[in-house]
């Protein structure tokens, strides 16, 4: 099936771990995106990448690094995990088209801090 | 002043009516603006996108834009209990390369 996947769906971990979230789009994207949902279901863009190169970096603590080995792949690596961190994190795909930029989301990932 | 406002509801219609959820946003550089459904614990959904001024229809769905008064609306037809959600405004800014989403609104269809 074209989509975009992401794993793991639920991720629970102690405080001050080291994860990461992978996504995956097969839909022959060129820009990736990570999203954040808190609990009060905000949603809020935190990086996108475009044909490998970040294009967006909004200000998101340096503790979270996204690496794009490819433009099908976005991961999403966090260290030192904090209670605070505890959300949805979404990945999203969009083929850049001018302002036609319908993007596309993973069914996210539920990121639970202890 | 929020940069997309919706009202969060719960918006409450029943089953066959019209749902009208409404969206004004900040950043008159918007080009293009989105709606999606997110069904709880799931994912954003894209239901409706719109480019220019006026009315576009697609099924039960009806998106309205105004550039001028920065505003945006989604009329939901013949509303049914699936259509139970929140929906989400997003315009797009191409100079930011981003999306910017409202908290949505929850609209709730009654049998």
């Known amino acids: 099936d074209t989509a975009v996947s992401q794993t793991p769906k639920y991720l629970v971990t102690q405080m001050g771990n080291d994860k990461s979230i992978k996504c995956e789009q097969n839909?022959?994207?060129?820009?990736m995106y990570w999203y954040k949902q808190d609990s009060k279901k905000f949603l809020k863009i935190m990086f996108s990448?475009?044909?490998?190169?970040?294009?967006i970096n909004e200000t998101v603590p340096n503790r979270f690094s996204p690496k794009s080995p490819d433009k099908a792949h976005l991961n999403l690596h966090i260290n030192s995990l904090e209670l605070g961190d505890s959300a949805v994190y979404f990945c999203?795909?969009?083929?850049?088209?001018?302002?036609?930029?319908?993007?596309?989301f993973g069914p996210g990932t539920r990121l639970t801090v202890l | 002043q929020k940069e997309v406002e919706q009202n969060s509801g719960p918006l409450s219609v029943p089953e066959g009516a019209i749902a009208s959820l409404n969206c004004t946003y900040s950043?008159?550089?918007?080009?293009?603006f989105f709606w999606y459904r997110q069904y709880s614990g799931k994912s954003p959904e894209l239901i409706m996108s719109?480019?220019?001024?006026g009315d576009k229809e697609d099924g039960r769905f009806t998106a309205q834009l105004n550039k001028a008064s920065q505003y945006v609306s989604l009329l939901i037809r013949d509303s049914q209990p699936s259509d139970s959600a929140t929906y989400l405004c997003?315009?797009?800014?191409?100079?930011?390369?981003?999306?910017?989403f409202g908290t949505g609104t929850r609209l709730q269809v009654t049998l």
């Open positions: 950043d008159r550089g918007s080009q293009s």
């Open positions: 997003a315009p797009y800014t191409g100079t930011a390369s981003k999306l910017t």
């Open positions: 990448y475009n044909n490998k190169e970040l294009i």
């Open positions: 839909l022959g994207h060129d820009t």
């Open positions: 719109i480019y220019s001024n």
């Open positions: 999203a795909s969009s083929a850049t088209r001018d302002f036609y930029n319908e993007q596309f």
